[in-house]
């Protein structure tokens, strides 16, 4: 399936349902290879932790996201940006250092209005190309996956609607 970015935009505007569980959450379970991409000197996780002291759903997630087996994928990369463009170029860091596939999930498009797009929904930063995926799109892609995913197991699915 694969390792994603996820901004601090996402987190700080994410709504409940259906984007905690179906979304954030999809990162926790132990069934399926979905990982969050985190640098290993701790910088995206301590904005992770910031944004979780405002909410306790983000801190419930990061906790859980914690436990052995971690789901959290350390990408060897020392993190850091003089003078950022905005929020999520930490982020776009991040993801361009991701071998293979490199994947963003943010709140919006919007959020990234500052960068040239290379395509229909592909950021190049630093001649790198980034799939980027805003909520919808992101919860598209894991409802899909996870449907075939729990279809081919026998799991009940209503539609491409996962039922827990």
Same mark, same amino acid.
Request: hydrophobic content about 35%; overall charge negative; charged content about 25%.
């Given at each position: 399936?694969?390792?994603?970015?996820?901004?601090?935009?996402? =987190?700080?505007?994410?709504? &409940?349902? &259906?984007?905690?569980?179906? =979304?954030?959450?999809?990162? /926790?379970?132990?069934?399926?290879?979905?990982?969050?991409?985190?640098?290993?000197?701790?910088?995206?996780?301590?904005? *992770?932790?910031?944004?979780?002291?405002? @909410?306790?759903?983000?801190? /419930?997630?990061?906790?859980?996201?914690? @436990?052995?087996? /971690?789901?959290?994928?350390?990408? +060897?990369?020392? %993190?850091?940006?003089? /003078?950022?463009?905005?929020?999520?170029?930490?982020? =776009?860091?991040?993801?361009?250092?991701?071998?293979?596939?490199?994947?963003?999930?943010?709140?919006?498009?919007? $959020?990234?209005? %500052? *960068?040239?797009?290379?395509?229909?929904?592909?950021?190049?930063?630093? +001649?790198?190309?980034?799939?980027?995926? +805003?909520?919808? $799109?992101?919860?598209?892609?894991?409802?899909?996956?996870?449907?075939?995913?729990?279809?081919?197991?026998?799991?009940?699915?209503?539609?491409?609607?996962?039922?827990?």
């Amino acid at each position: 399936m694969g390792i994603y970015t996820v901004t601090g935009k996402l =987190l700080e505007n994410i709504q &409940p349902k &259906p984007y905690y569980n179906e =979304l954030l959450f999809v990162f /926790t379970f132990s069934t399926n290879s979905y990982k969050v991409a985190v640098d290993t000197n701790g910088c995206i996780l301590d904005i *992770y932790r910031s944004i979780g002291e405002e @909410n306790p759903l983000i801190a /419930t997630w990061l906790q859980i996201m914690s @436990n052995e087996p /971690t789901n959290f994928e350390p990408i +060897d990369e020392v %993190l850091s940006i003089d /003078t950022p463009k905005c929020f999520c170029e930490i982020f =776009l860091l991040l993801a361009s250092k991701i071998a293979g596939a490199k994947r963003l999930i943010t709140n919006s498009i919007q $959020d990234l209005s %500052l *960068y040239e797009f290379n395509g229909e929904k592909v950021v190049k930063y630093n +001649d790198i190309d980034i799939k980027i995926y +805003d909520k919808d $799109d992101a919860l598209n892609e894991f409802r899909q996956n996870m449907s075939q995913f729990h279809s081919g197991s026998g799991d009940n699915v209503a539609g491409n609607k996962i039922e827990y």
